[in-house]
């Protein structure tokens, strides 16, 4: 899809998949654009200091096919991120998202990511400098709060300050992050949800466009969000390790489309040009692959997929014929289903 045929970001947000790290890559986006026609898709962090100072605009190169996509910037230095921005624009990214979420140690020492929520002043300073860059729209994924903040107290001064500075939509993670003493992957599960919180940001902020975030599993719950007031409902982990799950229905039931349902089996067989591309350009097989592995979960077969794909993909000289192999497990009746993990 080219961006002048993908519908816009504030329009695609109503269905988001989370950025994450070493999993939401080009490769990833591609497949689940195969998946999803409408769903805003966000890329992994990149921080303004790699691409700003470390010339590393490599990492934000993207397939056009994957509009709407949103790039997710980590800093915390205005002039930085504005430039970083203007780099990005030029490249056609459909919004520029400020990682205010993130708790990693590395992210802290860089004085950014969830760490950021305690310096509101900072982020409207940042968020005004990206506006200031350029025409693209400018958002902001945070957290209700970290440490010993009172999110109730600190969550609405944080979205109206940084509303005020010019991000018209957030993505809130209903959890607190704790800086001390949990790793990156117990933050996103150890602090207590609370969507009552962020259901009431609605209410107090709605002329502002808030999706939810953490924990949302299925589209039944993106649906009941969406239906208590929610603009949008943002799928991390699910719809990485259950994209069909998650994606396959997802334009006829969040954006109203009548077309059918995408088809994971008629899915991977349109990866495969993809896959033979990125080969002839020197990849590998399993960089791609390694997003497919729970194309099947919860399906008949679903075992012999992922098993085919992991003995094989990695293998020397591996190609897009093993991708028709693995299918065989899941077209060709074998029983071994997997749940979702
Ligand atoms: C492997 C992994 C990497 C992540 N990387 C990022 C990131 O780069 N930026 C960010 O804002 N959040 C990141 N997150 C957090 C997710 O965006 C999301 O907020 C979190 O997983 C909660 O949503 P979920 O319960 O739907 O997964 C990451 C999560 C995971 C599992």
Not at 13 to 40: E, G, I, N, Q
Not at 103 to 122: H, K, T, Y
Not at 222 to 238: C, H, K, N, P, S
């Amino acid at each position: 899809m080219t961006k002048t045929d993908s519908i816009s970001a504030p329009r695609a947000a109503k269905l988001s998949v989370a950025p994450m790290m070493d999993w939401t890559d080009r490769h990833c986006r591609y497949l689940h654009r195969l998946l999803s026609a409408r769903t805003l898709l966000y890329t992994e962090m990149v921080t303004s200091p790699a691409i700003v100072r470390g010339g590393a605009v490599h990492l934000l190169e993207y397939n056009p096919e994957e509009h709407p996509v949103a790039l997710q910037l980590g800093g915390s230095d205005p002039a930085e991120l504005a430039e970083a921005c203007k780099i990005a624009a030029d490249l056609g990214y459909d919004e520029i998202n400020l990682n205010v979420g993130c708790p990693s140690d590395r992210v802290q020492s860089g004085a950014f990511g969830a760490v950021l929520m305690e310096n509101i002043p900072l982020v409207a300073e940042c968020v005004a400098a990206m506006r200031a860059a350029s025409d693209v729209e400018v958002t902001v994924k945070c957290r209700i709060g970290v440490d010993d903040q009172a999110p109730e107290e600190v969550l609405p001064e944080f979205i109206a300050r940084v509303a005020a500075a010019g991000a018209g939509r957030f993505q809130i993670h209903a959890r607190k992050a704790w800086l001390q003493g949990l790793s990156p992957k117990e933050n996103r599960d150890i602090p207590p949800l609370d969507y009552d919180l962020v259901l009431e940001m609605k209410g107090l902020f709605p002329a502002l466009h808030l999706s939810v975030n953490g924990g949302i599993t299925t589209l039944d719950q993106a649906e009941e969000f969406l239906e208590r007031g929610m603009d949008g409902v943002m799928i991390g982990r699910a719809a990485y390790h259950s994209p069909a799950d998650v994606l396959c229905a997802a334009d006829r039931r969040i954006f109203g489309t009548d077309g059918p349902d995408s088809d994971p089996v008629e899915v991977v067989h349109q990866m495969v040009p993809y896959i033979e591309r990125h080969i002839a350009n020197g990849g590998r097989l399993h960089q791609v692959t390694r997003h497919m592995l729970g194309l099947f979960t919860g399906r008949p077969g679903a075992r012999g997929w992922r098993r085919v794909l992991s003995e094989g993909a990695s293998r020397e000289g591996a190609g897009p014929e093993l991708l028709l192999e693995a299918l065989d497990r899941v077209t060709g009746g074998d029983i071994g289903v997997e749940q979702a993990s």
